[in-house]
């Protein structure tokens, strides 16, 4: 069974960098997309960043210019770099990947994995 493995939160200093990974563990032919949320407590899970099969990315207004998603086709791994960080970004984040198992298999998504805290202080 295809899980969910992320790495890389911690602790870091407003101004600092993490870089989180996501990779999917398990035999599959490609991920279709790639998606990075995060929940602050107290707040609703919000998309971050997504990545496209055809490489195409959106940043929520609060990231962009700071957070770069990427991915490793090889290594069936999405990352999430953050660079300038606030104490705002804060939160526990999660990926969500949607995947084809084989060449013609329909894209379906993985389930959520268990997230990496983040937290930003001084």
């Known amino acids: 069974q295809v899980q969910l493995v992320e790495s890389g939160g911690g602790l870091v200093q407003p101004g600092g960098s993490l870089r989180l990974s996501c990779a999917a563990s398990?035999?599959?032919?490609?991920?279709?997309?790639g998606d990075w949320y995060r929940q602050a407590p107290g707040k609703q899970r919000e998309l971050v960043a997504r990545?496209?099969?055809?490489?195409?990315?959106y940043y929520a207004d609060s990231v962009k210019g700071r957070f770069t998603i990427s991915r490793d086709n090889a290594k069936n791994t999405v990352y999430l770099q953050m660079n300038s960080l606030k104490p705002e970004d804060t939160a526990v984040y999660y990926c969500?990947?949607?995947?084809?198992?084989?060449?013609?298999?329909?894209?379906?998504?993985?389930?959520w994995g268990q997230g990496t805290q983040v937290t930003v202080s001084s």
């Open positions: 969500n990947l949607q995947v084809r198992d084989y060449y013609y298999s329909a894209p379906r998504p993985l389930n």
């Open positions: 398990g035999s599959i032919f490609s991920i279709n997309i």
């Open positions: 990545m496209r099969a055809r490489g195409s990315t």
